[in-house]
Protein backbone atom coordinates (compact mmCIF):
# COMPACT_ATOMS: atom_id res chain seq x y z
CA UNK A 1 0.00 0.00 0.00
CA UNK A 2 3.20 2.30 -0.72
CA UNK A 3 1.64 5.24 -1.94
CA UNK A 4 4.53 6.70 -3.37
CA UNK A 5 7.38 4.48 -4.95
CA UNK A 6 10.46 4.58 -6.78
CA UNK A 7 12.66 1.93 -8.51
CA UNK A 8 16.11 1.08 -8.06
CA UNK A 9 16.28 2.51 -4.14
CA UNK A 10 20.09 1.97 -4.88
CA UNK A 11 22.12 2.79 -8.66
CA UNK A 12 25.61 2.99 -8.52
CA UNK A 13 26.91 3.28 -12.39
CA UNK A 14 30.03 4.83 -14.16
CA UNK A 15 30.45 7.94 -15.58
CA UNK A 16 29.42 8.19 -19.02
CA UNK A 17 26.57 5.48 -18.31
CA UNK A 18 22.52 6.25 -18.77
CA UNK A 19 20.28 5.35 -16.17
CA UNK A 20 16.23 5.50 -15.57
CA UNK A 21 14.80 5.83 -12.39
CA UNK A 22 11.16 5.30 -12.17
CA UNK A 23 8.53 6.87 -9.81
CA UNK A 24 4.73 5.85 -8.89
CA UNK A 25 2.36 6.99 -7.29
CA UNK A 26 -1.52 5.41 -6.09
CA UNK A 27 -2.57 8.41 -4.40
CA UNK A 28 -4.73 9.67 -7.39
CA UNK A 29 -2.84 12.89 -7.06
CA UNK A 30 -2.43 15.06 -10.24
CA UNK A 31 1.09 16.73 -9.69
CA UNK A 32 4.04 14.92 -9.68
CA UNK A 33 7.75 16.09 -8.79
CA UNK A 34 11.43 15.35 -9.03
CA UNK A 35 13.97 16.68 -6.75
CA UNK A 36 17.67 16.18 -5.80
CA UNK A 37 19.30 16.26 -2.60
CA UNK A 38 23.11 16.47 -2.99
CA UNK A 39 25.50 15.96 -0.04
CA UNK A 40 24.60 18.65 1.71
CA UNK A 41 21.18 17.90 2.13
CA UNK A 42 19.82 20.58 0.24
CA UNK A 43 16.63 19.47 -0.96
CA UNK A 44 16.11 20.90 -4.93
CA UNK A 45 13.03 20.95 -7.00
CA UNK A 46 14.00 20.02 -10.57
CA UNK A 47 10.90 18.92 -12.55
CA UNK A 48 7.16 18.89 -11.73
CA UNK A 49 4.48 18.03 -14.12
CA UNK A 50 0.40 18.20 -13.44
CA UNK A 51 -1.47 16.12 -15.75
CA UNK A 52 1.41 14.44 -17.29
CA UNK A 53 2.35 18.12 -18.89
CA UNK A 54 5.41 19.96 -17.72
CA UNK A 55 5.03 22.80 -15.36
CA UNK A 56 8.07 23.51 -13.50
CA UNK A 57 11.69 22.98 -15.29
CA UNK A 58 14.31 24.30 -13.05
CA UNK A 59 17.80 25.02 -14.51
CA UNK A 60 18.59 21.04 -15.12
CA UNK A 61 20.87 20.23 -17.54
CA UNK A 62 19.59 18.34 -20.73
CA UNK A 63 21.20 15.79 -19.97
CA UNK A 64 18.20 15.16 -17.37
CA UNK A 65 14.43 13.80 -19.26
CA UNK A 66 11.57 13.00 -17.46
CA UNK A 67 9.04 11.58 -19.29
CA UNK A 68 5.24 10.98 -18.00
CA UNK A 69 3.47 8.28 -19.35
CA UNK A 70 0.09 9.12 -17.37
CA UNK A 71 -0.77 10.84 -14.40
CA UNK A 72 0.08 7.92 -11.67
CA UNK A 73 3.88 7.65 -13.46
CA UNK A 74 7.28 10.46 -13.75
CA UNK A 75 10.13 8.58 -14.77
CA UNK A 76 13.75 10.08 -15.13
CA UNK A 77 15.77 9.53 -17.46
CA UNK A 78 19.56 10.71 -16.91
CA UNK A 79 22.19 10.58 -19.74
CA UNK A 80 26.05 10.99 -20.04
CA UNK A 81 26.40 10.78 -16.53
CA UNK A 82 28.53 12.86 -14.75
CA UNK A 83 30.63 12.25 -10.98
CA UNK A 84 27.97 15.53 -9.93
CA UNK A 85 25.25 13.58 -10.67
CA UNK A 86 25.89 11.28 -7.85
CA UNK A 87 22.62 12.31 -5.04
CA UNK A 88 19.49 11.24 -3.55
CA UNK A 89 16.73 11.84 -5.72
CA UNK A 90 12.98 11.81 -4.51
CA UNK A 91 10.18 11.58 -6.41
CA UNK A 92 6.77 13.26 -4.77
CA UNK A 93 3.62 14.06 -5.75
CA UNK A 94 0.66 16.28 -4.65
CA UNK A 95 -3.27 16.23 -4.90
CA UNK A 96 -2.92 20.12 -7.12
CA UNK A 97 -0.20 22.13 -7.85
CA UNK A 98 0.00 24.13 -4.83
CA UNK A 99 -1.17 20.95 -2.20
CA UNK A 100 1.07 19.49 0.21
CA UNK A 101 3.65 17.10 -1.52
CA UNK A 102 4.06 13.44 -0.74
CA UNK A 103 7.31 11.91 -1.16
CA UNK A 104 8.70 8.67 -2.00
CA UNK A 105 11.40 7.05 0.02
CA UNK A 106 14.27 8.26 -2.63
CA UNK A 107 16.94 6.62 -5.01
CA UNK A 108 20.30 6.86 -4.31
CA UNK A 109 22.73 7.56 -6.91
CA UNK A 110 26.55 7.10 -7.41
CA UNK A 111 28.64 8.01 -9.97
CA UNK A 112 32.10 6.59 -10.25
CA UNK B 1 19.24 37.46 -3.39
CA UNK B 2 16.57 35.12 -1.72
CA UNK B 3 17.53 32.70 0.96
CA UNK B 4 16.32 29.82 3.61
CA UNK B 5 18.18 29.70 6.17
CA UNK B 6 17.62 27.50 9.34
CA UNK B 7 19.86 29.12 11.68
CA UNK B 8 21.14 25.78 13.52
CA UNK B 9 22.60 22.55 11.40
CA UNK B 10 22.00 20.51 14.73
CA UNK B 11 20.62 20.71 18.15
CA UNK B 12 20.71 19.03 21.17
CA UNK B 13 18.05 18.75 23.76
CA UNK B 14 17.18 16.78 26.92
CA UNK B 15 13.57 14.81 26.68
CA UNK B 16 10.99 16.50 27.92
CA UNK B 17 12.34 19.99 27.12
CA UNK B 18 10.78 22.07 24.43
CA UNK B 19 13.05 21.67 21.12
CA UNK B 20 12.84 25.27 18.81
CA UNK B 21 14.00 25.46 15.47
CA UNK B 22 14.25 28.78 13.33
CA UNK B 23 13.79 29.20 9.89
CA UNK B 24 14.49 32.52 8.59
CA UNK B 25 14.10 33.95 4.70
CA UNK B 26 15.06 37.08 2.33
CA UNK B 27 14.00 38.84 -0.31
CA UNK B 28 11.16 36.54 -0.50
CA UNK B 29 7.28 36.93 -0.24
CA UNK B 30 5.70 33.43 0.52
CA UNK B 31 2.00 32.53 0.22
CA UNK B 32 2.67 29.94 2.63
CA UNK B 33 5.56 28.20 4.64
CA UNK B 34 5.56 24.00 5.59
CA UNK B 35 7.64 21.95 8.27
CA UNK B 36 8.53 18.54 6.84
CA UNK B 37 10.07 16.05 8.92
CA UNK B 38 13.35 13.83 7.43
CA UNK B 39 14.65 10.77 8.92
CA UNK B 40 17.84 9.40 7.76
CA UNK B 41 17.38 7.29 4.11
CA UNK B 42 13.68 8.23 4.11
CA UNK B 43 12.00 11.08 2.14
CA UNK B 44 10.60 13.94 3.99
CA UNK B 45 7.12 13.94 6.08
CA UNK B 46 4.62 16.61 5.79
CA UNK B 47 3.82 17.97 9.37
CA UNK B 48 2.07 21.66 9.16
CA UNK B 49 1.59 24.30 6.85
CA UNK B 50 1.30 27.96 7.71
CA UNK B 51 -0.27 30.60 5.69
CA UNK B 52 1.44 34.20 5.23
CA UNK B 53 -2.02 35.81 7.03
CA UNK B 54 -1.90 32.90 10.10
CA UNK B 55 0.22 33.59 12.84
CA UNK B 56 0.23 30.30 14.65
CA UNK B 57 -0.70 26.86 14.01
CA UNK B 58 -0.90 23.64 16.56
CA UNK B 59 -0.91 19.95 15.90
CA UNK B 60 -0.43 17.55 18.92
CA UNK B 61 3.03 19.00 20.92
CA UNK B 62 3.60 20.69 17.62
CA UNK B 63 3.46 24.41 17.21
CA UNK B 64 4.39 26.51 14.37
CA UNK B 65 4.57 30.36 14.30
CA UNK B 66 5.17 33.18 11.44
CA UNK B 67 6.37 36.09 11.52
CA UNK B 68 5.96 37.77 8.07
CA UNK B 69 7.64 41.04 9.96
CA UNK B 70 10.33 39.29 10.85
CA UNK B 71 10.75 36.82 7.88
CA UNK B 72 10.51 33.94 9.99
CA UNK B 73 9.17 30.85 11.05
CA UNK B 74 9.72 29.05 14.79
CA UNK B 75 8.84 25.57 14.58
CA UNK B 76 8.46 23.89 18.47
CA UNK B 77 8.03 20.90 19.75
CA UNK B 78 6.89 20.38 23.05
CA UNK B 79 7.35 17.39 25.78
CA UNK B 80 10.09 16.34 22.91
CA UNK B 81 11.07 12.52 23.01
CA UNK B 82 13.77 10.32 21.61
CA UNK B 83 11.47 9.57 18.85
CA UNK B 84 11.36 12.75 17.60
CA UNK B 85 15.20 12.71 16.95
CA UNK B 86 15.12 13.54 13.11
CA UNK B 87 16.09 16.73 10.53
CA UNK B 88 13.15 19.34 9.95
CA UNK B 89 12.94 21.19 6.80
CA UNK B 90 11.44 24.54 6.21
CA UNK B 91 9.98 25.16 2.78
CA UNK B 92 8.11 28.10 1.56
CA UNK B 93 5.97 28.98 -1.61
CA UNK B 94 5.99 31.84 -3.26
CA UNK B 95 2.63 33.55 -3.81
CA UNK B 96 2.59 33.63 -7.34
CA UNK B 97 1.89 30.59 -10.39
CA UNK B 98 3.70 27.68 -10.73
CA UNK B 99 6.17 28.39 -8.70
CA UNK B 100 8.37 25.72 -6.51
CA UNK B 101 8.86 24.65 -3.09
CA UNK B 102 11.80 25.94 -2.02
CA UNK B 103 13.77 24.12 1.01
CA UNK B 104 15.73 25.67 3.41
CA UNK B 105 18.69 22.86 4.33
CA UNK B 106 17.33 21.73 7.63
CA UNK B 107 18.14 21.14 11.14
CA UNK B 108 19.63 18.05 12.81
CA UNK B 109 18.06 17.68 16.27
CA UNK B 110 18.39 15.10 18.54
CA UNK B 111 16.63 14.10 21.97
CA UNK B 112 18.94 13.06 24.58
CA UNK B 113 17.07 10.26 27.28
Known amino acids: DTAVSQTPKYLVTQMGNDKSIKCEQN?????MYWYKQDSKKFLKIMFSYNNKELIINETVPNRFSPKSPDKAHLNLHINSLELGDSAVYFC???????????FGPGTRLLVL | SQKIEQNSEALNIQEGKTATLTCNYT??????LQWYRQDPGRGPVFLLL?????KEKRKERLKVTFDTTLKQSLFHITASQPADSATYLC????????????FGKGTRLSVIA
Open chain 1, 27 to 31: LGHDT
Open chain 1, 92 to 102: ASSLHPQETQY
Open chain 2, 91 to 102: ALRKRAGNTPLV
Open chain 2, 50 to 54: IRENE
Open chain 2, 27 to 32: NYSPAY
